[in-house]
């Protein structure tokens, strides 16, 4: 379950938060495929409660498993796993198997069917009352978890109360894993690679076995035969609940990196980029899950509103420039396999209430019409999409071309680590690429051993090679790999990247 079954030598998702299904098809044709992505995380399938106003966060409360929401219907997913598999993009969907709606909810779902929480009623599955988690199975009053970070971590608690008063399913029912396995078989025989599973750690480890077990192969149509889907888990930190409890059924989200990533880049607590020099898994690192065993982003859906993480340490497109030096460096290193958020714009208000930075429109949705309904995506000639619509940070030239890094790269090794004991590094990855990254005060000059060709090198960082003609800064690679790299503090982007099929 954690082998994501990308094509040639992709390496990287890219989460689409909210786009339409028909956006992600075009997406997949007119750029993910030609620019080298590995493949799509969605945001929730199934039929969700609809809720005034629209928040995003509508899309984790199931109502039923029908693939029918805001993004489009079963037909217009289909189509769209199709386009994207053609061209060598796989898709991950983000399945919600922890619950359903708010206790107090009640109403119609996404696919016009009824619901209501306070009876436990899901009649589109079916669920009853017999399928959730419930007094004594859940033992605080009103079987909701407590918010409190010890409550999080407690296996009883975490696992058989409700997540934000959210009706907690049972997987140790047999109905709930028979229909819980119908959903994910019907995803895998549309053709998906895999699925981000959404809370994994408020479901019993056991549960989930059962029901992963019991997923069929991925389809040959598009898949090596015998290949099982990639499942990651979302596992937020703690104690007597462990990591290791999960990465028996796939990867875990290293929550970790994100921290570390903006402590370092954001200089918090004496940490530095050259600090990085052993990044990665085990006591010798940076304790972080094994490589092969993890998942890791800088920024995510809920870390860019404070649902997770501090929203005044998270890296987020509001802060691009840090933003794209974490996302390179976290792109040129060799460690698991990194997810590229793509948001879309909202006014973001981030205000001190009680103590805490929270963002006052943290529930706003995304972009839509009149009635409701999702926008298009405004693609711009210079790739960039309408800052004011879709942000696409995975069409800005600084990420996509350390995507192309990264799949250049492939499995070298780190070699010619250089360091100046503060904030700027340089490194290679065998003799395929380097990179050299300053959040210093001031210049760097130095000559480096860049470990690539002699040549001349085109910065994929401040430019493309348009006609065989390099856009942005040009780097000479003399015998022995030598060079004369310049980083000035103060370019747009304080980074130089170049590989061998930048070459000129
Ligand atoms: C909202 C309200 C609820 C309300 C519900 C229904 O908050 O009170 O009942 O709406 O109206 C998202 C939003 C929630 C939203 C929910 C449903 O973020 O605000 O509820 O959708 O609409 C913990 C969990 C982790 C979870 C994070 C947010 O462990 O699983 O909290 N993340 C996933 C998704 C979210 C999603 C859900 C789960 C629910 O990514 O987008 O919620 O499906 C410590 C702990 C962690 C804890 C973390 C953050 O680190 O160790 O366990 O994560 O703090 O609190
Ligand atoms: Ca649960």
Redesign the pocket.
């Known amino acids: 379950f954690s082998d994501p079954h990308f094509k040639d030598n992709r390496s990287v998702i890219v989460h689409l938060m909210e786009w339409t299904y028909a956006e992600v098809a075009k997406e997949c044709e007119l750029f993910l495929g030609p620019y080298g992505f590995g493949g799509v995380q969605l945001s929730p399938v199934t039929e969700v409660a609809v809720?005034k106003f629209r928040p995003w966060?509508?899309r984790?409360?199931p109502v039923t498993y029908e693939i029918n929401g805001r993004s489009g219907d079963e037909k217009a997913f289909a189509d769209m796993v199709d386009t994207c598999n053609e061209v060598g993009v796989r898709i991950y969907v983000d399945v919600?198997l922890?619950?359903m709606?708010?206790s107090h909810?009640k109403g119609k779902g996404t696919a016009g069917h009824t619901y209501n929480g306070k009876e436990f009623k899901y009649d589109g599955v079916p669920y009853t009352h017999l399928d959730f988690h419930q007094h004594p199975a859940c033992p605080t009053p009103g079987d909701n978890l407590d918010?409190r970070?010890d409550k999080?971590?407690d296996p009883i608690e975490a696992r058989n109360c409700q997540?934000?008063?959210?009706r907690d399913l049972d997987q140790g029912k047999e109905w709930v894993r028979q229909k819980q396995v119908e959903f994910l078989n019907k995803l895998i025989a549309h053709g998906v690679a895999g699925f981000r599973s959404?809370?994994s750690?408020?479901m019993w480890p056991q549960d989930l076995q059962n029901i992963t077990a019991r997923l069929t192969n991925l389809i040959t149509k598009y898949f090596p035969s015998g290949a099982r889907p990639m499942i990651y888990h979302?596992y937020?930190?703690?104690e007597k609940i462990k990591a290791t409890e999960y990465t028996p059924l796939g990867r875990v989200i290293e929550f970790k990196n994100f921290d570390n990533l903006a402590r370092v880049f954001r200089k918090l607590g004496d940490k530095r980029l050259s600090y990085l020099r052993n990044y990665g898994a085990g006591p010798q690192g940076w304790g972080m899950l094994p490589s092969d065993d993890s998942l890791v982003m800088v920024d995510s859906?809920?870390l860019q509103r404070g649902?997770?993480g501090d929203i005044t340490v998270t890296l987020t497109y509001f802060d691009a420039r840090l933003l794209k030096m974490a996302t390179a460096f976290m792109l040129a290193w060799p460690y698991s396999i990194p997810r590229v958020m793509s948001s879309y714009y909202w006014p973001r208000n981030v205000q001190k209430v009680d103590n805490q930075y929270k963002d006052l429109n943290d529930w706003m949705g995304p972009p839509h019409d009149s009635q409701d309904r999702i926008v298009g995506v405004q693609r711009m000639p210079d790739l960039s999409c309408d800052p004011k619509v879709w942000i696409c940070e995975h069409r800005w030239r600084q990420i996509y071309n350390m995507v192309n890094f990264r799949n250049t790269a492939g499995f070298e090794p780190v070699s010619n680590w250089w360091e100046n004991k503060y904030h700027s590094i340089a490194f290679s990855r065998g003799n395929k690429a380097f990179i050299a990254i300053n959040n210093d005060d001031h210049p760097i000059d130095q000559q480096l051993n860049t470990g690539l060709p002699a040549g001349t090198y085109c910065d994929v960082i401040s430019g493309n090679i348009v006609g065989g003609k390099c856009e942005g800064r040009q780097v000479v690679v003399g015998t022995g790999g030598m060079a004369h790299i310049v980083v000035d503090n103060k370019w747009e982007d304080p980074m130089i990247a170049i590989h061998i099929n930048a070459k000129l």
Do not use: R
């Open positions: 809720q966060s509508e984790y409360v919600v922890n619950h709606t708010g909810m918010i970070s999080y971590d997540l934000g008063g959210l959404d809370a750690k408020h979302e937020i930190s703690g859906h809920d649902h997770t």
